[in-house]
């Protein structure tokens, strides 16, 4: 699990929850269901405008998934698995890959294709197409959040004149001047909160996953068409070592040492 995101949203909300306790622990005088209305219906109503439905029904809850978790191997660890897979296959065969143990589900993809086998290009071919597509949904999960938190305040806006509109049109009712003035007052709250601290971080936390798994996926790509070349385990190393950050290649160069 990513715990940044987990830890983000909890204090974020758990700063709003302090606040209002300080000023006396009122939370009801902080709900207005106009302003739920508003901003959470006219954000999803613009949202739908800009989306297909069918992105929207596969973009969200991939999104979700996404925001809250972490790559189960880190680009440095891809490198040594498949260094090891390398010299499994230069001293067993690719025949041997087929009872290897590999954790990571897009690498194991490619081990398959050289235990079974496939050419090249097949082998290439296949995998980028995976990671396109992959990438590509990532990426829409990404703006479809993003396309909401943009909406969130502008809707804000509109529940907040449509709240001044009602208040000003009963001036003679003081009764009706409270529920108006809630609606167009906490509009605006709903609005920035949806959007400054859910919509717009989660999709940039997508945004970073996603060239996360862009670096992986393309690493993994290379790894598997060098061991299908039948390339030496440390040629393959040092050739993957491209796709890290200078620390960590010192970092490796010295273990190797």
């Known amino acids: 699990?990513?715990?940044?995101t987990g830890i983000g949203l909890l204090g974020g909300f758990g700063v709003v929850f302090t606040l209002i306790m300080i000023d006396g622990g009122n939370f009801a005088a902080f709900f207005d269901k106009h302003a739920v209305i508003v901003i959470f219906g006219g954000s999803t109503a613009a949202t739908m405008i800009r989306f297909p439905f069918a992105t929207m029904m596969h973009g969200l809850p991939m999104g979700m998934r996404y925001a809250f978790?972490?790559?189960?191997i880190r680009p440095r660890e891809l490198i040594e698995e498949i260094t090891k897979i390398a010299d499994v296959v230069r001293k067993s065969g690719p025949m041997a890959l087929e009872s290897m143990e590999i954790s990571d589900p897009f690498l194991a993809q490619g081990a398959?294709?050289?235990a079974d086998g496939y050419d090249r290009e097949f082998i290439r071919d296949t995998m980028e197409r995976?990671?396109?597509n992959f990438l590509m949904h990532l990426d829409?999960?990404?703006?479809?959040y993003r396309a909401f938190g943009d909406c969130a305040p502008a809707w804000g806006m509109i529940g907040t004149i449509l709240g001044m509109v009602t208040m000003f049109a009963n001036m003679s009712d003081p009764s009706k001047l409270g529920p108006a003035m809630a609606t167009a007052l906490l509009a605006t709250l709903y609005g920035a909160l949806i959007s400054n601290m859910i919509a717009l971080p989660l999709a940039d936390k997508l945004h970073v996953k996603l060239e996360e798994e862009d670096v992986s996926r393309s690493l993994i790509i290379d790894g598997i068409l060098l061991i299908r070349d039948s390339k030496s385990s440390s040629l393959v190393r040092e050739m993957l070592i491209a796709y890290l950050p200078h620390n960590h290649r010192d970092e490796l160069?010295?273990?190797a040492a």
Request: glycine share 4%; no cysteine.
């Open 130 to 132: 995976d990671r396109d």
């Open 1 to 4: 699990m990513d715990l940044a």
């Open 140 to 144: 829409e999960g990404s703006k479809i």
């Open 69 to 72: 978790t972490m790559r189960a």
């Open 253 to 255: 160069a010295a273990e």
């Open 112 to 114: 398959r294709y050289i």
